[in-house]
């Protein structure tokens, strides 16, 4: 039987683009919600429009650059997650996982502060089964420096004291200003020239919804990995390599649906 949020979509499931239709889905439902910002729906739909231009696959570029964060993570003294809307929307139970997996707390830092989105965030969390959740005290926040907006109120627990920071979908100041409070920083954008994708230790040029389960994965892997081994992985991945890299996939990959494109067609 179909269930009602299939109903309410109306998106078959043969269709061409049903997983892309139903995260848009997610993220309207969230705006509904208090989860996203009215501007996180811009931005949902700016990612999008990267994932096609790199084939809507998580590259093996990517891979490498997961693999790389995953090392950085299990070194760390004090990793923290960083949760927006749009994320929280997107991969709730995902994002739990991967903070358990990782031994990380997940703290909320928001852009937009229109009152009653930290609660709405906090609820769907916590239905997803987070328990350590930062951010959500307001009356404790502390500010960072370098930076001017809502998002420099962070947990004194969380971000302010983490060593490295995950950003997935983050604004580009605020990553900025997170560098030059000495943080290392890892993000998953699908924009390889964005602020936040230049600013970044480490940049995973991937959809979130791809990125993390497979974090999670390698994670898991990794685990049993000795330190020197994380070490090694690190010192041989070039950031600036991996953003030339997926730039040049980009490339590639819409120079072959130049010919794909009109395959087929009488033009």
Known sequence: MTNQKEKS??????????????????????????????????????????????????????????????????????????????????????????SQVISAPLEINLFYRKEGRIEAIEKVLRQAGAQNLLGINESEMVEIEELSSNRRLVDPRGIKKADIVFVPLEDGDRTEALKKNGKKIITVDLNPISRTALWADITIVDNIIRAVPLMIKITQKFKKFPRDELKSIIANFDNVKNIQASLDLIISYIEEQKIEAFKGLDV
């Open 9 to 98: 979509h109306s998106i078959p499931m043969d269709h061409p683009r049903y997983k892309s239709l139903t995260y848009r889905h997610k993220i309207i439902e969230g705006m509904k919600n208090l989860i996203v910002a009215e501007a996180g729906l811009i931005a949902h739909g700016r990612g999008e429009a990267f994932d096609y231009i790199i084939g809507e696959r998580t590259t093996e570029t990517a891979k490498k650059a997961i693999e790389a964060a995953i090392a950085a993570f299990l070194l760390a003294d004090h990793p923290v997650i960083s949760v927006n809307g749009n994320v929280a929307a997107l991969i709730p139970e995902e994002l739990v996982k991967f």
